[in-house]
């Protein structure tokens, strides 16, 4: 089993910044990828962001250019570094680790983008 853990979500006004971090334990070695995902109300979980143990990385179409994934596998954390947020991030984000059998995911870090 994999346990994840977010922190860093809040509320940040439109153009702001925020830093998102996963800390992950239990059967790392197991994990070949890690990454984050959001649901805005009313709409279907989609991919943010993620990044293989070689580092790897895959953007979704929305945040590219602003969003940056960094891992650090000494200390099993995963970041999001979030940039010129706009009202349409506002959102749960969700960490995710990958396993040849399943996905597990944490429970998830509200971001609010508003003035």
């Known amino acids: 089993q994999v346990q994840l853990v977010e922190s860093g979500g809040g509320l940040v006004q439109p153009g702001g910044s925020l830093r998102l971090s996963c800390a992950a334990s239990g059967s790392i070695a197991s994990i070949y990828a890690m990454g984050w995902y959001r649901q805005a109300p009313g709409k279907q979980r989609e991919l943010v962001a993620a990044?293989?143990?070689?580092?790897?990385?895959n953007y979704g179409v929305s945040v590219k250019g602003r969003f940056t994934i960094s891992r650090d596998n000494a200390n099993n954390m995963v970041y999001l570094q979030m940039n010129n947020l706009s009202p349409e991030d506002t959102a749960v984000y969700y960490c995710?680790?990958?396993?040849?059998?399943?996905?597990?995911w944490g429970k998830g870090t509200l971001v609010t983008v508003s003035s």
């Open positions: 990044i293989t143990n070689r580092g790897i990385t």
């Open positions: 995710s680790a990958e396993s040849s059998k399943r996905y597990y």
